[in-house]
């Protein structure tokens, strides 16, 4: 009878060492789960997700849908068109980077270099336009990265 006592309680305690076991990401041991940044890009710089949403929250609680909505006009209004190409850049200096199969050993299956010569074209030709437009910052670094594809590019070919 004690026998059947000992395995009742270990059958209910097991569901609280499941969760234990997940500890704070909710998942179990040995499962994968995709990681993602807490940081977002906006004009105004880098900030961790929901900072700015954390600073302007009434303190009675969420945001009524109007107040959401105005927020949201708002943060659009500062949006600017080279804020849009710049962001439009670096997604496509990344696509470059893997049509060249860079890293080789997550890349390479995605190898085409004609693609990641498109991929450069028009990052030159987008960094011409925006010359004048971005702070010479941003500018820099996009640069920077297109004559890193471009050498990579070289040594890949």
Same mark, same amino acid.
Request: proline content about 3%.
């Given at each position: ?17 499941? #969760? %234990? ?12 789960? @995709?990681?993602?940044?807490? @940081? &977002?890009?906006?004009?105004?710089? #880098? ?6 949403? @954390? ?7 969420? #945001? $009524?849908? #109007? ?6 006009? %708002? ?19 990344? +696509? ?13 299956? +995605? ?11 028009? &990052?030159?030709?987008?960094? $011409? ?21 471009? &050498?990579? +590019?070289?040594?890949?070919?």
């Amino acid at each position: 009878m004690s026998e059947e006592k000992e395995n009742e309680e270990e059958k209910q305690e097991a569901p609280e060492a499941a #969760e %234990e076991e997940k500890g704070a990401t909710g998942q179990a041991a040995g499962e994968s789960r @995709r990681q993602t940044s807490s @940081r &977002l890009w906006t004009p105004q710089g #880098e900030k961790m997700a929901g900072e700015e949403e @954390r600073a302007e929250e009434p303190a009675g609680g969420e #945001e $009524s849908d #109007e107040e959401l909505r105005k927020r949201m006009e %708002e943060a659009l209004e500062k949006i600017t068109t080279a804020d849009v190409v710049v962001d439009m850049m670096v997604t496509l200096a990344s +696509f470059a980077y893997q049509r060249m199969g860079i890293p080789k050993d997550v890349n390479e299956k +995605f190898r085409d270099m004609d693609q990641a010569r498109l991929a450069i074209d028009c &990052l030159d030709a987008l960094l $011409s336009v925006l010359t004048d437009r971005v702070p010479g910052d941003k500018l820099d670094a996009l640069t920077g990265t297109i004559d890193n594809l471009k &050498l990579n +590019f070289v040594k890949e070919s």
